[in-house]
């Protein structure tokens, strides 16, 4: 099935940048790709972007190209989601999700909040 | 984000069954595969559904999913207290190359 262990908790002031990362065990890492889902408090999720973690390609959702950029590193197995300038608007729990040939989201990270105040 | 539409809440009792409505366009659902997903509180979302219709290892019969036109539906039948959850559906939407999740629906047990 596959696990997937997000960094810790964070706590960001507005205007600064933040990375999260998610390390995948279980499974062949480049076979699979990731994306990127947050969820704000009391809202539905939102799809952020993926990346494929073979070829390193990407792909962002309009709302957040030019601000996000997903990573990865094959040799650890983890995949990185890095935001920048950010707002009280991006306080909430940032999940990793795995995407494979048919099945879509089949495996979360544990979430790391993210908090961001003055 | 593009709107999939989900009542915002359904209940049943124990035993009954549970259909869950999810409206999008022809960007999304209309041509694009569509999935569904459960959330406990507190938890991640779990794959309930993929490619409209079809349900991974692990997840009972009682969840079914289907597709028609421009919407789906997910239905719980037999509905148990471990149901208790927040639900929703995902497609692809061609209008903003992204994938987009329905307003979600929370379903209690009675």
């Known amino acids: 099935q596959g696990l997937l262990l997000q960094s810790g908790a964070e706590v960001k002031k507005p205007g600064a940048s933040v990375r999260v990362s998610c390390k995948a065990s279980?499974?062949?890492?480049?076979?699979?790709?990731m994306n990127w889902v947050r969820q704000a408090p009391g809202q539905r999720p939102e799809w952020m972007g993926w990346?494929?973690?073979?070829?390193?390609?990407?792909r962002y959702s309009q709302k957040f190209q030019g601000r996000v950029t997903i990573s990865r590193d094959t040799s650890a197995s983890t995949v990185y989601m890095e935001l920048r300038s950010l707002t009280s608007e991006d306080t909430a729990v940032y999940f990793c999700?795995?995407?494979?040939?048919?099945?879509?989201?089949?495996?979360w990270g544990q979430g790391t909040l993210v908090t961001v105040s003055s | 984000q593009s709107v999939l539409t989900q009542p915002p809440s359904a209940s049943g009792t124990p035993g009954q069954r549970v259909t869950i409505s999810c409206s999008g366009s022809s960007s999304n659902i209309g041509s694009n595969y569509v999935y569904w997903y459960q959330q406990l509180p507190g938890a991640a979302p779990q794959l309930l559904i993929y490619r409209n219709d079809q349900r991974p290892s692990g997840v009972p019969d009682r969840f079914s999913g289907s597709k028609s036109d421009t919407s789906a539906s997910l239905v719980i039948s037999g509905l148990r207290s471990e149901n208790e959850a927040d639900y929703y559906c995902v497609a692809w939407d061609d209008s903003v190359s992204g994938y987009v999740f329905g307003t979600g629906t929370k379903v209690t047990v009675l």
């Open positions: 999700a795995r995407e494979g040939t048919e099945l879509l989201f089949d495996s």
């Open positions: 990346i494929n973690s073979g070829t390193a390609n990407t």
């Open positions: 279980g499974y062949t890492f480049t076979r699979f790709g």
